[in-house]
């Protein structure tokens, strides 16, 4: 199991980001995770880097291994992550993952194009997929559906084949690319929800392939801060993809926030103070099988919670 830290490009600035990823690996942090959207889910957020700019900077900073999850298909065209991808391998061989999803109209609508329905997303993510898998080969690829490629050839490839995880929210995602995907990666629920997204995974063809969970915490002094620092950072993130996919500017998501309660925080943020709190909640993800932990601390408090896991935390997987 590597445990991992969740770089937040809707919360940092690029070089606000650069310095935690290095204190993350300073305190014992194995490998960091990359959001890749175009506006935050809230003004209060207030950033939007662009995460692929990002990744070289931090990848020459650290030894860490880097993910990102990723839309292919409009507001990129595959081919384009395909190099994206070869380069950073390139680079930093075997250090380097991708995880790609069908999106949010938040960030995919700016090109104007029409958004499409989820069938047509998932569709359209499978031959992204396909088409970047191909281009790595090396050889020229073309192909013609809902995505279209022409004669495009990577020149640079990567020095190793890299892993595609699929990203799911739902069991019927998880189901769906179990096929296909290298592996799966979704987000933190209760344990419950959690065995039936692995179990739809594992049973639909996803069986001896890596998982990765991103788990959302919220850590401060005190819980009544931690909860406090969760509802001022993460409220309007707690809704389920179905009502949220379509949305399109942070103001929407502020608005369908307004109402979200300290108590609601708590089903999806693990929020307090106390290191077994976390060290529970982290083996029990464990025991379900995921081999990548990616700790999300939601609130501004970078750096507190990166010294708390470096002290508390990590000595307790060492021993």
């Not at 049973?203 to 788990?215: D, H, I, R, T, Y």
């Given at each position: 199991?590597?445990?991992?830290?969740?770089?937040?490009?809707?919360?940092?600035?690029?070089?606000?980001?650069?310095?935690?990823?290095?204190?993350?690996?300073?305190?014992?942090?194995?490998?960091?995770?990359?959001?890749?959207?175009?506006?935050?889910?809230?003004?209060?957020?207030?950033?939007?880097?662009?995460?692929?700019?990002?990744?070289?900077?931090?990848?020459?900073?650290?030894?860490?291994?880097?993910?990102?999850?990723?839309?292919?298909?409009?507001?990129?065209?595959?081919?384009?992550?395909?190099?994206?991808?070869?380069?950073?391998?390139?680079?930093?061989?075997?250090?380097?993952?991708?995880?790609?999803?069908?999106?949010?109209?938040?960030?995919?609508?700016?090109?104007?194009?029409?958004?499409?329905?989820?069938?047509?997303?998932?569709?359209?993510?499978?031959?992204?997929v396909?088409?970047?898998?191909?281009?790595?080969?090396?050889?020229?690829?073309?192909?013609?559906?809902i995505?279209?490629?022409?004669?495009?050839?990577?020149?640079?490839?990567?020095?190793h084949?890299?892993?595609?995880?699929?990203?799911?929210?739902?069991?019927?995602?998880?189901?769906?690319?179990?096929?296909?995907?290298?592996?799966?990666?979704?987000?933190?629920?209760?344990?419950?929800?959690?065995?039936?997204?692995?179990?739809?995974f594992?049973?639909?063809?996803?069986?001896?392939?890596?998982?990765?969970?991103?788990?959302?915490?919220s850590?401060?002094?005190?819980?009544?801060?931690?909860?406090?620092g969760?509802?001022d950072?993460?409220?309007?993130?707690?809704?389920?993809?179905?009502?949220?996919?379509?949305?399109?500017?942070?103001?929407?998501?502020?608005?369908?926030?307004?109402?979200?309660?300290?108590?609601?925080?708590?089903?999806?943020?693990?929020?307090?103070?106390?290191p077994?709190?976390?060290?529970?909640?982290?083996?029990?993800?464990?025991?379900?099988?995921?081999?990548?932990?990616?700790?999300?601390?939601?609130?501004?408090?970078?750096?507190?919670?990166?010294?708390?896991?470096?002290?508390?935390?990590?000595?307790?997987?060492?021993?």
């Open positions: 199991m590597k445990l991992g830290y969740h770089a937040s490009h809707e919360q940092f600035s690029p070089s606000a980001l650069l310095k935690l990823v290095q204190k993350a690996e300073e305190a014992g942090f194995e490998a960091v995770l990359s959001s890749d959207h175009f506006h935050p889910w809230s003004n209060r957020q207030g950033e939007s880097g662009f995460a692929w700019s990002w990744l070289g900077a931090a990848m020459q900073a650290t030894n860490l291994e880097f993910g990102i999850v990723n839309a292919p298909g409009q507001r990129y065209h595959p081919a384009i992550i395909a190099q994206a991808v070869a380069t950073l391998d390139e680079m930093f061989p075997k250090r380097f993952w991708i995880a790609t999803g069908s999106g949010q109209a938040l960030n995919e609508n700016i090109t104007g194009d029409k958004w499409p329905s989820k069938e047509i997303r998932n569709q359209r993510l499978k031959e992204s396909e088409v970047m898998q191909e281009l790595w080969k090396g050889d020229y690829v073309s192909h013609y559906g995505v279209k490629v022409e004669k495009a050839k990577l020149f640079t490839t990567p020095n084949t890299p892993t595609v995880f699929g990203a799911a929210l739902t069991l019927k995602t998880a189901k769906w690319l179990a096929s296909w995907a290298d592996g799966l990666i979704t987000i933190s629920k209760p344990i419950e929800e959690l065995k039936e997204m692995v179990e739809a594992r049973s639909n063809g996803g069986e001896n392939k890596p998982m990765a969970l991103k788990v959302q915490v850590y401060s002094s005190t819980k009544e801060k931690a909860l406090q969760a509802k950072q993460w409220k309007n993130n707690i809704f389920p993809s179905k009502l949220t996919s379509e949305l399109i500017t942070p103001e929407q998501f502020d608005d369908m926030g307004e109402k979200v309660r300290k108590e609601d925080i708590e089903k999806y943020v693990i929020t307090g103070s106390d077994q709190l976390f060290l529970d909640k982290i083996y029990a993800f464990k025991e379900l099988g995921f081999e990548k932990i990616i700790l999300h601390n939601v609130n501004e408090e970078q750096e507190k919670f990166i010294e708390f896991f470096g002290n508390k935390l990590r000595p307790e997987f060492q021993k």
